[in-house]
C-alpha cells in the first residue's frame, strides 16, 4: 500500500512562499492524475491543483495565477509551489491521486498532511 508523505509546511507571512513535496513511499506515477487538497479547519478538503503524467495541470480558482504543481518523475515527488500566499490559504495541505471523480482512481489512504500557517 502507497503511503504518502506531505513536508514544506509551516508558518510564512502574508505574502511570502512556500514549496510543498509529496514523496510517496511506492511509486505515485502508475498514476495518470496527482493532486494537492487542503483542509481549513471547520471546512471540508477541497482540490487545490491537479497534474497528469505528462504535466497537464489545472487550479482552483482560489490559486490560479498564485500557486504552481509539478511533478518529477524520476523522483517519484510531486510539489507545490505557493507564492503570495493569504491568511485564507491556511490549512492542512494534502497529496493524492486525481480520485474517483475526476480521475477514476480510488483515493489512497490520506497521509498526516503537512500545516500551512499564513500570518497577515
Known amino acids: 500500500q502507497v503511503q504518502l508523505v506531505e513536508s514544506g509546511g509551516g508558518l510564512v507571512q502574508a505574502g511570502g512562499s512556500l514549496t510543498l513535496s509529496c514523496v510517496p513511499s511506492?511509486?505515485?506515477?502508475?498514476?495518470?492524475?496527482m493532486g494537492w487538497y487542503r483542509q481549513a479547519p471547520g471546512k471540508q478538503r477541497e482540490v487545490v491543483a491537479r497534474?497528469?503524467?505528462?504535466?497537464?495541470?489545472n487550479y482552483a480558482d482560489s490559486v490560479k495565477g498564485r500557486f504552481t504543481i509539478s511533478r518529477d518523475n524520476a523522483k517519484n515527488t510531486m510539489y507545490l509551489q505557493m507564492n503570495s500566499l493569504k491568511p485564507e490559504d491556511t490549512a492542512v495541505y494534502y497529496c493524492?491521486?486525481?480520485?474517483?471523480?475526476?480521475?477514476?482512481?480510488?483515493?489512497?489512504?490520506w497521509g498526516q498532511g503537512t500545516q500551512v500557517t499564513v500570518s497577515s
Open positions: 493524492n491521486n486525481g480520485g474517483p471523480t475526476y480521475s477514476g482512481s480510488v483515493f489512497l489512504p
Open positions: 511506492g511509486s505515485i506515477f502508475s498514476f495518470n492524475v
Open positions: 497534474i497528469t503524467r505528462v504535466s497537464i495541470t
